[in-house]
Structures are given as structure tokens and as C-alpha cells.
Nanobody
Framework: HVQLVESGGGSVQVGGSLRLSCEAS????????MGWFRQGPGKEREGVAA???????NYADSVKGRFTISADSAKNVRYLQMDSLKPVDTGVYYC??????????????????WGQGTQVTVS
């Protein structure tokens, strides 16, 4: 079965940076769509960024220019580099995997495979 393991969360000051990692295993295809989502206190889970098997990327407007999603296909790891962090970026960050991204990459309902989440706190 598919297993996604996130790492790299933590506490950081406003304006700081963090890099999240998501290692995937058990998926039968080498190429796939990986999305990053976050859920702030009392908020819905929202799509932050996604990268497709061909390297195409998508970002939420709130993180464009600050976050960068990338892939190391050889290691089956996807990264989310987060710079210029703000308090509103605080939340639990999840990675999610699906066959391809398409137009629904931002929707939590689209993805069927999820990691356990990692906490990011910006203060």
C-alpha cells in the first residue's frame, strides 16, 4: 500500500524558512502527482502546491513567490521549500499523492493517499 512520510516541520520566526520533505513508497507508478496541503487552527484543509509527474507545478495565490515545490524522483521524495514565512502559514502540513494533478490539485477531496502531517508554527 502507499505510504507517505513527511518531515521537516518545526517552529520558526516570521520571515524564516523551512523545507518539508515527503517520501513516498508503495505506489506502483514512478510518476505521480504530489500535493502539499495545510490545515490551520479552526480552518479547512487547503491546497498549497502540487507537482505533477512531468514537473509541472501549481501554487495557491497565498504562497506564490514564497514557496517552491520540487521533486527528487531518484529518491522518491518531494520537497516544499517555504521562505518568507508568515504567521498565517501556521498549521499542520500534509503531503498527498494521486495519479495526476489535473485541475483539481487544490482540492483535498481529489487525493486518496495522505501522509500523517507535520506541524509548522510561525511566530
Amino acid at each position: 500500500h502507499v505510504q507517505l512520510v513527511e518531515s521537516g516541520g518545526g517552529s520558526v520566526q516570521v520571515g524564516g524558512s523551512l523545507r518539508l520533505s515527503c517520501e513516498a513508497s508503495g505506489y506502483k507508478y514512478n510518476d505521480y502527482c504530489m500535493g502539499w496541503f495545510r490545515q490551520g487552527p479552526g480552518k479547512e484543509r487547503e491546497g498549497v502546491a502540487a507537482i505533477d509527474g512531468d514537473g509541472a507545478t501549481n501554487y495557491a495565490d497565498s504562497v506564490k513567490g514564497r514557496f517552491t515545490i520540487s521533486a527528487d524522483s531518484a529518491k522518491n521524495v518531494r520537497y516544499l521549500q517555504m521562505d518568507s514565512l508568515k504567521p498565517v502559514d501556521t498549521g499542520v502540513y500534509y503531503c498527498a499523492l494521486e495519479y495526476f494533478c489535473g485541475g483539481s490539485w487544490y482540492s483535498r477531496h481529489y487525493f486518496s493517499n495522505w501522509g500523517q502531517g507535520t506541524q509548522v508554527t510561525v511566530s
